[in-house]
Nanobody
Framework: QVQLVESGGDLVQPGGSLRLSCAAS????????MAWYRQAPKKQRELVAG???????NYADSVKGRFTISRDNAKNTVYLQMNSLKPEDTAVYYC?????????WGQGTQVTVSS
């Protein structure tokens, strides 16, 4: 069992940058795979980026080269650095912790990219 709290969402202009944070508590953070998902209005939730317990990363094609997922196990935190933001990146961003068949979600943080 792990509790997740996202932060860092904001209103930014196209081309801008933002860093999201997901702070975990309640369990051994280092053993979980972590991921960022996003959900835009009227659209399905989609995987944005993931990072394994060993540090292997993967990204959706739409964000490759612009977003970077990282983790700091000493701080029980996973980050999503978002650069060159586009209006289509606008969504609620959710953090997820995964261990075996179990998944745990944060509450989400709003990212709006608009001029």
């Amino acid at each position: 069992q792990v509790q997740l709290v996202e932060s860092g969402g904001d209103l930014v202009q196209p081309g801008g940058s933002l860093r999201l944070s997901c702070a975990a508590s309640g369990s051994a953070f280092s053993v979980y795979a972590m991921a960022w998902y996003r959900q835009a209005p009227k659209k399905q939730r989609e995987l944005v980026a993931g990072i394994s317990s060993g540090g292997t990363t993967n990204y959706a094609d739409s964000v490759k080269g612009r977003f970077t997922i990282s983790r700091d196990n000493a701080k029980n935190t996973v980050y999503l650095q978002m650069n060159s933001l586009k209006p289509e990146d606008t969504a609620v961003y959710y953090c997820k912790a995964i261990l075996r068949q179990y998944g745990y979600w944060g509450q989400g943080t709003q990212v709006t990219v608009s001029s």
